[in-house]
C-alpha cells in the first residue's frame, strides 16, 4: 500500500516516491538549537518526524534518517534572516551565568558559561538523553554512526565551499557591509514554498525585512551567507573575513553532503525533509534557494513534511503563563515516557494539537490496556477461535490509516477496537500458543510505529532518589500500621504522600505509587 503524503511544496497530498526504489530512503529533520532545554513543542515536531520514519520502515522501506544539532548562527532575530540580534549561544552563557550567580545550576554540574562549546555540549547531551527517553531513533542510530546527527561547528568547511559554488554561479554576493548574501533575484521559484513572494518581500511584508542593513543588500529579501564579525562569541577564517555562517546555511551543506547524490539527474536532491511550521519561512524557503542554485536541480527535497504548532491547555505555550514545558517537567510529574510520547503524536500533525493534563492521563490508561494485552500475550492467553485473532485482522485496517497521510487518530481507533475484541476472563478457557504468538506479533508490529509499550514505565531523575527513599519508607510505615490495624495512622500517612504528589495503590503484589499528575 503506498503512503499518500501531505506535501508543503504542492499544498495537497500526493504518493510518496523515493528518488531510487532500490536505495534507502533519504530523510533530514530540522533538530533542536542547543541553547536551553527542548521543550514538549519542539518535540512534537520532532516525534512526528519519528513517526514517519517508523512509518516508511512499517511499509517496507529503509531510512537514511539525518537530524542536526545546531551549535552556531542561530540568531535572536532569525525572523528577518539578516543574522542580527544576539548570537543564541551568547544568551544562553548570560542566563547560565547568572545561574551560577545565584546557585541555579543542576547539581554536580561544572559549565563555563563563557564557553560556548561546552554550552551546547549541555544541552545538547540534555537534548539526547530527553529523545532516547521518548524513542527517537534517529538519536539510537546516531550513537553507531555520528554522522547521522551533524553539528554546524564540524561543518564549516562544506559551508564556505557551498557560497563559493554560489557567488560562482551569481546566486551570492558580498554585500555593502562585507557580508554574503544569497539573491533572491537569481533564484525565481524563491517564495514558492511560503507564499512570501519577492514583490511581497520587497514591501515589506512576510516579517522578514530588516531596516538596518538594507542599503547593504541588492534587494530586502537577500539573505545572510556569512557575517565577517571579528569580535563575535563564535567565528572562523573565510575569504570574506573572519565571522560565522548564516543559519540556514548549515541544513542545505549538512543534508547535501550526508544524504544526496554528488551528480547525475538527482544532483543535491533528497527525499524528505521535515521540520515544524515556524521553520517554512523563512529557513526552509532560504533552503531550498540556496540548495537548487548549488546543485542546479529543481528541487530540494521531494517532499516537505511540517508540523503545526501545540498549546498548552488552550493557550500558547510560555514561561510567563505558567504553562511552559520541558519534556523533563513533564516526566517528573510521575508521567510514563509512553503517555507523553503518545499524547504529543496522537493528534494529526497537520493539525495544531492541544496538550493537556487530562489527555496525559487518558493516554497513560490506554497504553496501561495495551501493555496488559502485551503481557497476557506473553503468557500464552489469547481469546480463542479459528483465523486470524483480533489484533492481526486489525492490522490491513491499521497500515491503511497509517499511509493516509500519518491517520494516526484512526489508526489508534483501529488498535483500541482490536483490544476491546481481545478481552479474556482470568478463569476464561484460552486460545492456542500460536493464536497468541501471531496476535504478540500484531501488537508489536503495530507498536513499531506508536513506540510506546516498551516506555510504559515512570523515570525518576538522580536526584530524586532520596525522595524515593522516602516515599517507600512512608509506605512500610503505613503498612505496619495496617498490620497493626492502626487505621488512623495509615490513613495519616496516606494523606502525607498525597500532600507530597503522590498517589499509592494498594494490591495483590503490594503497595505502589506514582506521581499525580495535575
Known amino acids: 500500500m503506498p503512503l499518500r503524503l501531505h506535501d508543503t511544496l504542492e499544498r ?5 516516491e523515493p528518488i531510487d526504489p532500490d536505495g534507502p530512503v533519504t530523510f533530514y529533520t530540522c533538530g533542536p538549537t542547543v541553547y536551553d532545554y527542548a521543550h514538549i513543542g519542539n518535540f512534537r515536531s520532532f516525534l512526528n518526524a519519528d513517526v514517519l520514519r ?64 561546552a554550552i551546547a555540549d549541555f544541552y545538547a547531551d540534555a537534548f539526547i538523553e530527553d529523545a532516547r527517553i521518548l524513542g527517537l531513533g534517529v538519536v539510537e542510530d546516531a550513537l553507531k554512526d555520528p554522522a547521522l546527527m551533524p553539528r554546524p561547528t564540524r561543518w564549516i568547511p562544506q ?23 544569497f539573491s533572491v533575484s537569481s533564484f525565481p521559484a524563491y517564495g514558492r514554498l511560503s507564499g512570501n513572494t519577492v514583490d511581497a518581500l520587497r514591501s515589506g511584508e512576510g516579517g522578514r525585512v530588516s531596516s538596518t542593513n538594507q542599503a547593504a543588500k ?34 542545505s551543506a549538512m543534508a547535501q ?34 540548495s537548487c542554485a548549488a546543485s542546479g536541480g529543481e528541487r530540494f527535497a521531494r517532499h516537505w513534511f511540517h508540523t503545526r504548532h501545540l498549546v498548552v491547555e488552550g493557550e500558547k505555550m510560555s514561561k510567563s503563563g505558567g504553562n511552559f514545558f520541558t519534556v523533563r517537567d513533564i516526566l517528573a510529574r510521575g508521567v510514563t515516557p509512553a503517555a507523553l510520547r503518545l499524547e504529543l503524536v496522537r493528534t494529526h ?19 496501561d ?92 531523575a538522580p536526584d530524586e532518589d532520596d525522595l524515593a527513599t522516602e516515599i517507600e519508607a512512608k509506605i512500610a510505615a503505613r503498612t505496619d500500621a495496617k498490620a497493626g490495624k492502626d ?19 494498594d494490591g495483590p503484589d503490594g503497595t505502589t505509587w506514582t506521581r499525580i499528575v495535575e
Request: glycine residues 12%; aromatic residues 6%; contains cysteine.
Open 12 to 16: 495537497r497530498q500526493i504518493d510518496f
Open 54 to 117: 517508523r512509518t516508511l520502515e512499517f511499509l517496507g522501506h529503509e531510512v537514511r534518517h539525518v537530524m542536526n544539532i545546531t551549535d552556531v548562527g542561530h540568531m535572536t532575530d532569525d525572523a528577518v534572516a539578516d543574522g542580527g540580534g544576539e548570537d543564541k549561544m551568547a544568551v544562553a552563557g548570560k542566563r547560565l551565568q547568572e545561574a551560577k550567580k545565584s546557585g541555579g545550576l543542576p547539581e554536580g554540574v561544572e559549565l563555563d558559561p563563557n564557553d560556548p562549546n
Open 159 to 181: 559551508m564556505i565551499a557551498l557560497i563559493e559554488r554560489l557567488i560562482e554561479g551569481d546566486h551570492a554576493y558580498v554585500g555593502g557591509d562585507g557580508a554574503v548574501y
Open 218 to 251: 541588492r534587494h530586502p529579501a537577500d539573505f545572510l551567507l556569512w557575517k565577517p564579525d571579528p569580535s563575535h562569541l563564535m567565528r572562523w577564517s573565510s575569504p570574506w573575513g573572519e565571522g560565522y555562517p548564516g543559519w540556514h546555511l548549515e541544513c
Open 257 to 290: 553532503g550526508l544524504l544526496a547524490a554528488s551528480d547525475g539527474p538527482h544532483a543535491g536532491q533528497i527525499d524528505l525533509h521535515s521540520g515544524g511550521e515556524d521553520n517554512i519561512f523563512p529557513h526552509h524557503e532560504c533552503e531550498i534557494a540556496q
Open 349 to 367: 500533525y497537520r493539525q495544531n494539537a492541544n496538550f493537556t493534563m487530562q489527555g496525559l492521563r487518558d493516554c497513560g490508561r490506554m497504553v
Open 369 to 460: 490496556r495495551w501493555c496488559r494485552l502485551r503481557d497476557r500475550l506473553v503468557e500464552g492467553r489469547v481469546v480463542p477461535g479459528d483465523g486470524p485473532g483480533p489484533l492481526e485482522s486489525a492490522l490491513p485496517g491499521f497500515e491503511e490509516a497509517v499511509s493516509d497521510d500519518l491517520n494516526l487518530a484512526r489508526a489508534i481507533g483501529v488498535l483500541n477496537e482490536a483490544v476491546n475484541a481481545s478481552r479474556l476472563e482470568d478463569d476464561a478457557e484460552s486460545g492456542s500458543s500460536e493464536r497468541a504468538a501471531a496476535e504478540l506479533a500484531a501488537l508489536v508490529r503495530m507498536d513499531g510505529i506508536l513506540g510506546v509499550l516498551e516506555r510504559n514505565v515512570v523515570r525518576s
Open 487 to 505: 487505621w488512623a495512622a495509615a490513613d495519616a500517612i496516606r494523606d502525607e504522600l498525597t500532600a507530597m504528589g503522590i498517589a499509592i495503590k
